[in-house]
């Protein structure tokens, strides 16, 4: 094999973000010849962080490894996953102690060593580890152990993900942008060979405001008062990207986005 296919997955939101997962995956990894997924589950179990039972949805739905954010941990049974299931990554640059692992060094189906890299940005978000000195760190301690790289970079900023971007370029296979639940339009393969897109988007549903019922979250912009935010359930799609990777140089020749709408 000297091409490796990847499909990364936007942010997956609560129920119908799985049920896209479990029904659109399967299909999108067998019309595009899709060798490895990565899908960020933050959001899976009603909207904000992970269980088990949510967890195992996206499993079936043949996800290969998963990353997260800022919400891992809103649930308790969310520590437990993190730490012992090794297909589950948390971003890195949380602090010394957190449960769990920022990264990984796996093997696609096919046999074709893969790193993947969960990271945080801190503008407008919580004052974590410098998300780009901790990859830094990473990638000397991984260096000889996987050629394909792949980044989830978790972050508010659209600046602070394209500086991602263009400070991994050449040294990593692709950095996909998570969090902001819009997929961006500038997916490119950067000069020195890094697959690159600001956001991947939202799985879930997109009659919502950014996956929630929009009536709540209008009264909450409006009154300023406390609103309950649960999660949509019209108009499900899935967002995300396939990166071709050359596995022996580990640079991107092609990134395109995706975008498949889950029918009734």
Sequence with gaps: MSNLRILVVGDIVGKPGREACMKLIPEIKKNKNVDYVISNAENIAGGSSLTPSTIKDIFIGETDLVTLGDHTFRKKEAVDLVEEDERIIRPANYPDGTPGRGYV??????GVPIAVINLMGRVFMEPLDCPFRKVKRILKEIKGHAKVIVVDMHAEATSEKVAMGWFLDGQVSCVFGTHTHVQTAD?????????????????GPHQSVIGREIEPVLYKFINQLPSKFDVATEDVRLCGAIVDVDVNTGKATHIERVQEFLQK
Excluded: Q
């Design 105 to 110: 060094i796996t093997e696609t189906p096919g």
């Design 187 to 203: 997916e490119r393969v950067l000069p020195k060979g890094t697959g690159y897109i600001t956001d991947a988007g939202m799985t």
